[in-house]
């Protein structure tokens, strides 16, 4: 597996390309980036401080979400049940390149 490019917009819109490692999570990937991805478990799903938007061809390529992810997605402020995931649980694959992951607003 190589290192993949994906675009990220932040919360003001702007763009950038990153890479995403092999064998790390979407969240790593945000974090390592140092784009604003609190990530308060750490990535055992029992947050939802990684939230993120992925564009619906995306999001139904992956595994479906479980009951803990989709539970705490429903509970977040901005769910969209046709574009959010918890970027703890989106793995590193090849196909996933050049996606374009949009980072959730913060919660009020």
Not at 10 to 26: F, I, K, M
Not at 28 to 43: K, M
Not at 73 to 94: F, G
């Amino acid at each position: 597996m190589s290192k993949t490019l994906i675009n990220v917009i932040d919360r003001e819109g702007a763009t950038r390309e990153v890479e995403w490692e092999p064998e790390q999570s979407l969240m790593e990937t945000l974090r390592d980036n140092d784009f604003p991805v609190l990530a308060s478990c750490g990535g055992t799903v029992s947050c939802a401080t990684c939230h993120v938007f992925l564009e619906k061809p995306v999001l139904e390529s992956l595994a479906d979400r479980s009951e803990d992810e989709l539970e705490l997605l429903e509970d977040a402020e901005h769910y969209n049940p046709e574009a959010s995931r918890l970027s703890c649980q989106v793995q590193q694959c090849d196909s996933l390149g050049g996606i374009n992951v949009i980072i959730a607003p913060e919660e009020d």
